[in-house]
């Protein structure tokens, strides 16, 4: 399977949370969990609102206890964001959580309380009409199916992940998004695949989960679900960090963009120094791309090094700078349009920015 030929998403059903479309002809969602303490409804939306910000398109908020569910209902009313509630072992905080108006709900069944309480669950969501994620993880398999021999780690979570989607189609419920990930990329990777070839017409939620801190995370994710997305398969992600989940959908976007599914503010080129840079290029490179955090316009800026090859190598850039002795060179579509002292560059940079 390969590139744009085969494109699986493009054949799922397509689910509704809240108002944004998941699968089917959608653009890949972007979302992330939210690590606010569950019962500080506040905190969570202050969250919400950076994330909206920086954006997030759909946000997971853990529903621990029951005592979380006033501040989880608190969290629905006011969010600008759907708000999926994120559910482990107990059927009756998930029914609850339907009923508090989430906009979907992430279950594992596989530590829910047997099929006999997932049907309960199925039932809450029908008659709230929201989906459902049934997030299956290799730390958590069936003990049964765990214990085989005959079966792959990938070939487990895909099986696992399929018998209960089956399950829940058998009953009529098929407002559907699936997940089956690991820590390990390769294995994540081939566990989507299976179940992108075995149920083809159910939306999946990609991602590595527990990838680790910043650094390790990023690369991680971005190899294993660049790897899918360009197969087609995924139709949302969601980037697992030890770290801000601000940094989880800055690293989204990235990954779209580096992609080309999608564009979401300015792609940065910058050089990466080299004998012939005489300013502080990388914390000039630093201060861009912090500024350009705040800028929604779909433009490529380039930060180079030096003027004999900076704008040369930036050529499709649309704006950028290419730095000299102590200066640097302000260049519009490889036209250059104002000289600068370095302590200026930024400054300048951002000012024809704005114009644009
Ligand atoms: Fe070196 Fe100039 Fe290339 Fe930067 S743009 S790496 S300074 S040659």
Known sequence: MTGNIDKPSAKTRQVMVGNVA????????VQSMLNVPAEDAEGNL?????LAEAGC???????????????FETVCAKSPLPVVADIHFSADIAI??????????RINPGNIGGLAKTDAVLDAARATGIPIR???NAGSLDAELAARTDLTLPEKLAESAAQYARYCEERGFTDLVLSAK??????????????????????LHIGVTEAGTQFQGIIKSASG?????????GSTLRISLTDDP????????????????????????????CGRTQVNLIGLADEVEARLARVEKPLKVAVMGCVVNGPGEARDADIGVACGAGSGAVFLHGEVIRKVPEEEIVDALMEEIEKL
């Open 134 to 136: 049934i997030g299956v």
């Open 246 to 273: 601000v940094n989880e959908i800055r690293a989204c976007w990235t990954l779209l963009s580096a992609l080309d599914l999608r564009r979401r503010g300015p792609e940065m080129i910058s050089c990466p120094t």
């Open 182 to 203: 690991a820590h390990d990329v390769m294995t994540t990777v081939r566990a989507y695949r299976l179940l992108s070839q075995r149920l083809p017409h159910i939306p």
């Open 96 to 105: 609850a959580a339907a009923e508090c108006g989430a906009a979907k709900l």
């Open 225 to 233: 679900l660049g790897i899918l997305l360009e197969e087609g398969i």
């Open 57 to 71: 398109e759909v946000v997971r908020m853990a529903v621990p206890r029951k005592d979380c569910l006033h501040s």
């Open 46 to 50: 202050r969250q919400i609102e950076a």
């Open 22 to 29: 998941l699968g089917g002809t959608a653009p890949v969602v």
